[in-house]
Every structure is written in structure tokens, then in C-alpha cells.
């Protein structure tokens, strides 16, 4: 039943997503440009309002073109006028998200994108023509006493308008908020601490930005601190632990009024016109890196970034970022804080709703004050490491997640092998393993029995250091050579598995086998799945150099890896990342699953088994990463869909293509569901490994190697440090 459903709304959506692609076609046609749009608009106004919602959500998502801008614009208007829309304005709170708002505003921004200020100006006219509290709509622009969505202009839509507060695109930093003198004078030691945390980066926004690379990373985000972030940079959140929320115990009306967050682009990169939430909040945005090239347009006036300064102005105005850097690799680091109006005052939410709070009812300043109080010595507990929270408590996964996850664990852990031979049939020319942190127990049982089968066949183990190292891999100066003491370990123990190998046989390339000096610099060279892939065809171009056959190579990997593991090294071999010798004509891969497939989803959930939801959480996780690096929209491009598919001859046929589209979409509602105490867990090195990381259940206990994955992460930061000094 459950894949019938996921069927029939992949089949829905397929069809919507063809008559906007179809509408934006259209469009290209200047002669028929109006036609078209007075066709949408009348579509709209036939559809059910669910369904002329979901048109709209989506075509707000559209990729970046005129074509999609025009018919988008058109569509959110369109439903913005629906009478089930329009309500909104007689039921809801102007401090609420309220439907007509936010489809003009999307709208107005839509326009603006594609160039076009004048529509975007008469989409604005029509929007403050609407009657306050009412549905009604007038002809003339309506005064901001009576207008429903008091707007001032087209450059200032933001979703939500609190009445009242002073409005002016820049704000004198220092003189509304002293502490940013304190940032500036900190901003290189800052700048160090982001380039710590660089690695949690991740795209942000991609709806907005129309070209290059754009990332962000919160460290505070609904009145929360991420304690993961700050354990790399606890400088900055101290700084800045004592400032925010700049007005304690005040309710917020959207969840972001204040955030502080790093931004990192790349030259190259374009985020269009935008405006924030609401017109009560103000972005101070201190720029640490590469401003040069730089600039923030804000309601149309532009402005170059500088490396040490500070830019504040006021986030419902629309504003753009251009990236020009002085290079083609200029890279720019900000750190952007989100702080509230100076106008702010409780009187403007007494007795009403807001977006973020729900029912304001009464507000008192004493019991803020002791809340802001314990607030601070709370965080500054957990900065100094002495929280007592209890650990581990995260939520069961029903039986509805259990169903869809299975479905993504089967997907994710099917093993790759294209031509189905038998894998007892010489010739094999290298056994592998892209040494992950994740198991090792079970992959070194494989490898041996894969030994066993072909004498002499070489073993390549292939994994360096990273922030999930243990110790032992540390010590051993990466992960290949931790599974390599491991297998050596094994071998100890009589019987044919471990008399099947000869240690000439084994490989172990890590930090210090890496080509260049540039990559042992590193301290980490192979670190993640598309470098260990690089270092072994590296490996392969000189010691199995093509031959009139393709070579044959098993990869193993364990559980629900695998199908990553496979796309990768298919798209190397395609020619995605690095250039090597060999390709899909000289090498042929299959990849091999460690673990058994009929016990794989329960079996990792009980590894999991103080936080069983972690399981689903890092699935999903995994689904979604895997239709990003084949789409390469603001990350990296490492292989093609039908990689991810499994087929490298052809497409898959829509039918499959369908199936992973559903895939997608459950991963993303199951990790939305379970972020919250994956975050939590994560947020402390140690709580992450004690509540999320895996226990080998595979095998006697003296098999395995003791463990303590992440501990190493502060030692080798300190000694890359001391190297590029």
C-alpha cells in the first residue's frame, strides 16, 4: 500500500512539474508571452486551492531562468488572489504568516530576479491595494493605516510587517550595538576558529542563490547555541554568548529574528534579490575573508565588502550578494548576526499572535530577567564542559518510519555488480576496501573470505584521517592502517580464512603513502570516500595498468554505504573529479555488501540502540546526499543520477527513476523528523559516540579493535596546525 501511494504522488508530482516546464516553454515565445500567463492565471483560478498551493510551492523552487521567474511570479499572484487565500487577512494575525503576504512577496522577489522592477512594482501596488482586515480589494493604493499589507515600496516585502518601527536600509553598526566593535577587533582569531569549523559547512538557501557556491553554518539558531560548532569555535561564542538575544525574554515573531551564522562563497557566486522574514530584525554582517570583489546590494544602492568591518542594515529591505573575486578560488567568509529591531518593545505583542509564539498573553520583566540569567549559566556550563543533561533521549521510530527506512536501507545497501558473474570466477585483480570509520569487523570477515577464494589477488586497504578517526587510526596514521592491525589480528586465529592471507598480499595506503607532499599536508588526504577512490586508482594506474580485458575489482563496504561507495568510484571512472588511467573500459567494479542483507535494518538499529531514530536519521541523510552530488547544484558533482540508480549502461526507466524520487522525499520527512536529537547527540563529541555511534554486533568481542572514534579530532588539529606553521 505504502509504495502504491509513493507511486501515485511520484506520478502527481511528475505531472505538475511537466505543465510548469511546459508553461515556462511557452513563455519563450515573446509573441505568446501574455497568452500564456492569462492561461495560468485562469488554471489557477479553476484549481482546488490545495492544489493551486502545491503548484505555487514548487514553482517557487524552479531552477533559476526567466521562464521559470515569469510563470512562478504569475502562479503565486494568481493564488494569492484565491478567496481560501484572502482569508487569511480576516482570520490570522498581522504577526502571523499569512498566505496573500507571503505568495506577493515571493512573487515581487521572482520579479526582481528576472529583471523585470516595473511588474514587480505593480504586483506591489496590487498587494497594498488590499483592504486591512478584510478581502476586500480597491483599485487605488490604500493608505498604511488601512492597508492590509502596508508595504512602503517594492524593495521592503518582507513576509511579516509589525507596525511602527523605523525603517532605513543601514544602521550605524557601533552605535546600536557596541559589541560590534568587540567582533572587528577579534575578526582574524574569529576567521581562525571558522576555518575550524569549515568542514560542518553546508549549501545554504538554494533557492535563492542563481549561480556558484553558497554555505552557511549556525551556531545560534532558535534561541539555541549548536555546542558542536562552538567546541571549534569557543572564542567566537563567547564573545557573543553574553549579546545574544539582545532582548532577553521578548517574544520573537518568526523563529529566525535572531541567528548568528557563517557564510562562506566562492568567486563566481550570485544570491538574487531577497528580504528577510520580518521588518524586525537587522543584519549585522561582519565580513572576515575576501571582501574584496564583494558586494551586498541593498535596496539598490551597493556596497563592497572589507575584510575587519562590519555592514548592519535592515534584513526586510531587498538585498543581493555578487561575488568578483580577485581570483578564480577567492574565497569570502562573514559572519552574519541577526539581531533584533532597537524598537522592539513588548506593547507591540500583547494579546496577539505571533508566528514564532503562538498567543502572546502577558509579559513579565522580572521572570525575563531571572529566565536570561539562568539562560547564561546554563551556556556557560556546557562551554566549560560540565552540563548534567541526560544523554540519549531520543525519540522511537514508528512503524510508518520503520517501513519507509526499510525501503531506503534495501535501496542504499543492494550491492553493485553489473555483468552478475560469480564473483568465485578468477580473474579478480584487487579486492578493496575505501576504509570508512563506520565497520570494520564485518568488512575484514569479507575480505578474508574473498581471500580465500582468490589466492592471489592483491588487498588494497585505503583510508586516512579525519574529524571521525579514532585513536588507533590516528596512531597508525590513518584508517587503512587500522583495518590493516585488524586483519593482521585475524589472522592469528587458526583456520583457512586466516591462512589465506599473506601480508604481502595487503596494501595499506594512508597519510603517508599519499603521492604528493601537498596531500600528506592535509593531515587527512584520505579522508572521505571520493578521495580513498582517487588513492586506489592512483595505486591501480601503476601496479594493474589496462590490459586487453577490463580489470576486475571488488570493492567491499557494509550496509547502506554501499550504493554511495559504488557511485563514486563509477564516477571517477567516468571521469568526475580526478583524471586517471583507467575508466569503464579498463576496469570493471563490482561492490560487495559485508553485512547480511536480511537482518541489515534491524541489526543497525540495535547498533544504534540508545537512540534507535539515529539509524533513520542517518539513511535519510544519506538518500538526499546522494541526489545532491548527482545533481551538483551547490555541491559537488561526483557522478550522474543513473550512478545512483544503479545503471551504467542506460537510464533507468521513469518507473525507477520514480521510486527514488519517493525515496527522496520520505528521506527528507524523516530527517526533518529526527534532526532535532541527532543535533542534540552530536552537539558533544562524546555524547555523539556514546548514543549514535555504531557497536560492532559481528562476531567474538576479542575480534574487535577498542574504539573511540572523534577522540582524535583535537590532536591532529593541533599537529596540522603546528605543520603549516
Not at 509579559?363 to 547564561?376: G, I, N, P, T, V
Not at 595505486?539 to 550504493?563: I, K, T
Request: proline share 5%.
Amino acid at each position: 500500500m505504502f509504495f502504491f501511494l509513493l507511486v501515485q504522488a511520484v506520478q502527481a508530482q511528475a505531472s505538475i512539474h511537466g505543465q510548469l516546464a511546459e508553461w515556462a516553454a511557452a513563455w519563450q515565445d515573446v509573441s505568446r508571452r501574455e497568452a500564456v500567463l492569462d492561461s495560468i492565471r485562469h488554471d489557477v483560478q479553476n484549481m482546488s486551492f490545495g492544489l493551486a498551493s502545491t503548484y505555487a510551492s514548487w514553482a517557487a523552487d524552479l531552477s533559476n531562468s526567466a521562464g521559470n521567474y515569469a510563470v512562478a511570479a504569475t502562479i503565486l499572484e494568481s493564488v494569492a488572489m484565491l478567496p481560501e487565500c484572502l482569508v487569511d487577512l480576516k482570520i490570522m494575525d498581522e504577526l502571523q504568516i499569512r498566505c496573500p503576504q507571503k505568495m506577493f512577496k515571493i512573487a515581487i522577489q521572482k520579479l526582481f530576479s528576472m529583471g523585470d522592477s516595473q511588474s514587480a512594482t505593480e504586483v506591489w501596488k496590487r498587494a497594498r491595494s488590499l483592504f486591512r482586515g478584510s478581502t476586500r480589494f480597491f483599485a487605488e493604493l490604500l493608505p498604511e493605516d488601512e492597508a492590509a499589507i502596508p508595504w512602503p515600496s517594492a524593495l521592503e516585502t518582507p513576509t511579516i510587517w509589525i507596525r511602527g518601527l523605523r525603517q532605513q536600509p543601514f544602521w550605524d553598526c557601533h552605535q546600536a550595538w557596541p559589541f560590534v566593535r568587540n567582533l572587528e577587533a577579534h575578526a582574524e582569531k574569529i576567521l581562525a576558529e571558522a576555518s575550524q569549523a569549515a568542514p560542518q559547512l553546508q549549501k545554504a538557501y538554494p533557492y535563492l542563490f542563481a549561480k556558484g557556491s553558497w554555505q552557511n553554518l549556525f551556531l545560534f539558531r532558535g534561541r539555541s547555541w549548536n555546542a558542536e560548532v562552538c567546541a571549534a569555535m569557543p572564542q567566537t561564542c563567547q564573545l557573543l554568548l553574553p549579546e545574544i538575544p539582545t532582548k532577553p525574554g521578548l517574544p520573537l515573531v518568526v523563529p529566525n529574528n535572531e541567528e548568528i551564522v557563517l557564510f562562506r562563497s566562492v568567486n563566481g557566486a550570485y544570491v538574487g534579490p531577497h528580504s528577510g522574514a520580518a521588518n524586525n530584525q537587522i543584519n549585522i554582517h561582519l565580513t572576515l575573508k575576501g571582501g574584496s570583489g564583494v558586494t551586498l546590494n541593498i535596496a539598490g544602492e551597493s556596497r563592497e565588502l572589507q575584510a575587519g568591518k562590519a555592514i548592519c542594515f535592515q534584513d526586510s529591505y531587498l538585498h543581493s550578494l555578487e561575488h568578483k573575486g580577485d581570483s578564480l578560488d577567492s574565497e569570502r567568509v562573514s559572519l552574519v548576526v541577526r539581531v533584533l529591531h532597537p524598537d522592539s518593545h513588548v506593547t507591540s505583542f500583547l494579546g496577539r499572535r505571533t508566528e514564532a509564539e503562538g498567543s502572546v498573553a502577558e509579559f513579565s520583566e522580572a521572570a525575563a530577567l531571572r529566565a536570561e540569567l539562568a539562560r547564561l549559566r546554563d551556556h556557560y556550563r556546557r562551554l566549560a564542559g560540565t552540563s548534567r543533561e541526560e544523554p540519549c533521549k531520543g525519540p522511537q521510530p514508528t512503524q510508518a518510519e520503520v517501513a519507509a527506512a526499510q525501503e531506503m536501507f534495501d535501496f542504499l545497501s543492494s550491492e553493485f555488480n553489473p555483468t552478475e558473474d560469480d564473483d568465485s570466477q578468477d580473474p579478480l585483480d584487487a579486492i578493496v576496501v575505501l576504509s570508512n570509520w563506520y565497520d570494520r569487523v564485518s568488512k575484514v570477515k569479507k575480505v578474508l573470505e574473498l581471500a580465500a577464494r582468490h589466492r592471489s589477488t592483491p588487498i588494497i586497504l585505503v583510508g586516512g584521517r579525519g574529524r571521525l578517526s579514532s585513536i588507533r587510526a590516528a596512531e597508525l596514521d590513518g584508517e587503512a592502517h587500522a583495518t590493516l592491525a585488524q586483519l593482521l589480528v585475524l589472522l592469528e586465529i587458526p583456520g583457512e580464512l586466516g591462512a589465506a592471507i599473506n601480508s604481502n598480499r595487503v596494501v595499506a595506503i594512508s597519510c603517508n603513502e599519499c603521492p604528493t607532499e601537498q596531500l600528506r599536508l592535509k593531515c587527512g588526504c584520505v579522508g572521505n570516500t571520493g578521495f580513498n577512490a582517487d588513492r586506489f586508482l592512483e595505486w591501480a594506474a601503476m601496479h594493474l595498468p589496462p590490459l586487453h580485458r577490463p580489470r576486475m575489482v571488488a570493492v567491499v563496504e557494509e550496509s547502506y554505504l554501499v550504493r554511495r561507495v559504488a557511485a563514486t568510484v563509477l564516477g571517477r571512472l567516468s571521469g568526475f573529479g580526478d583524471t586517471h588511467v583507467h575508466n569503464h573500459s579498463t576496469m570493471q567494479i563490482r561492490v560487495l555488501n559485508s553485512r547480511d542483507p536480511n537482518e541489515g535494518l534491524q541489526q543497525m538499529m540495535e547498533v544504534h540502540g540508545s537512540m534507535p531514530s539515529a539509524m533513520l536519521h542517518l539513511m535519510a541523510s544519506e538518500v538526499v546526499r546522494l541526489d545532491e552530488y548527482s545533481r551538483g547544484e551547490g555541491s559537488p558533482h561526483l557522478f550522474p543520477r543513473e550512478f545512483v540508480l544503479g545503471d551504467i549502461k542506460a537510464t533507468r526507466e521513469l518507473a525507477t527513476s520514480a521510486v527514488f524520487q519517493g525515496l527522496l522525499g520520505a528521506a527528507r520527512d524523516l530527517s526533518v523528523r529526527h534532526a532535532e536529537p541527532m543535533e542534540r547527540a552530536a552537539g558533544d563529541r562524546r555524547l555523539f559516540w556514546r548514543c549514535v555511534a555504531p557497536r560492532d554486533l559481528d562476531g567474538p568481542a576479542a575480534w574487535a579493535v577498542p574504539e573511540a572514534p572523534g577522540e582524535a579530532w583535537g590532536f591532529w588539529r593541533e599537529k596540522c596546525e603546528k605543520v603549516a606553521e
